[in-house]
């Protein structure tokens, strides 16, 4: 589904952060990709996201070269098929929960009865909908938290990209975000995850752990 053939991604002409990845995502797999902050890992999720381009090799999703896709055309791809967790939520502070969960959807120009049912259906999936009209910088780090993954539902994407999650949650927040991802993969999602936090390096539904350092494959 996802492939990764020699990918080198280098920044100011030498510094590489990845060197010759081969690496390739089966379609449903949960995938954790472990390493250090500067490993490489996140450089990882931004080249399937097409938010940006490898230097050298090709980024293939379900058959097409994305990291050959003009800037128009990878924001479409990302639209239609990913789903993005920051480690730092990246909500709009100003706007409600609600208004930020439908944000992906404005520029579908969806019927508003379409947009309302998806608007529920991702706010009643992650447990969110009593907090629906909150201003999300009044919410706690949980629930901004789950905001944050049902934004990132809300358009039913194939992948669900999440980047060091669990970051800014303690350990009880983090594994409630761990039972997300479990009932995520029961969908069947492909999920990806970058992370260095111990909690998901024993889940019993994890396919596979990717190690990295230093851009290399380990």
């Known amino acids: 589904m996802i492939h990764l053939e020699n990918v080198t991604k280098s920044y100011d002409g030498n510094v590489k952060a990845l060197v010759d990845i081969n690496l390739s995502f089966n379609e449903g797999e949960l995938i954790i990709l472990k390493g250090v902050s500067g490993s490489g890992k996140s450089t990882i999720l931004s080249l399937i996201a097409g938010l940006s381009k490898p230097t050298e090799g090709e980024v293939i999703v379900d058959g097409k070269k994305i990291s050959k896709l003009p800037d128009h055309f990878a ?130 539904f994890v396919d596979r752990i990717v190690n990295i350092e230093h851009g290399h494959l380990i």
């Open 75 to 204: 924001a479409t791809y990302r639209r239609d098929n990913i789903g993005i967790v920051f480690q730092k939520y990246n909500l709009i502070a100003p706007l409600t929960a609600e208004e930020n969960v439908l944000l992906p959807l404005f520029p579908l120009n969806l019927p508003r009865e379409v947009m309302q049912e998806k608007l529920s259906r991702a706010l009643a999936l992650f447990s969110i909908e009593h907090k629906a009209k909150h201003i999300v910088k009044n919410l706690s780090g949980g629930e901004q938290q789950r905001v944050a993954i049902a934004r990132a539902n809300v358009n039913d994407p194939k992948i669900i990209l999440a980047d060091e999650p669990t970051a800014n949650l303690d350990e009880k927040l983090s594994r409630e975000f761990i039972e997300i991802l479990r009932e995520l993969k029961s969908k069947k999602r492909t999920i990806i995850v970058a992370t260095h936090d111990p909690l998901f390096f024993e889940l019993d």
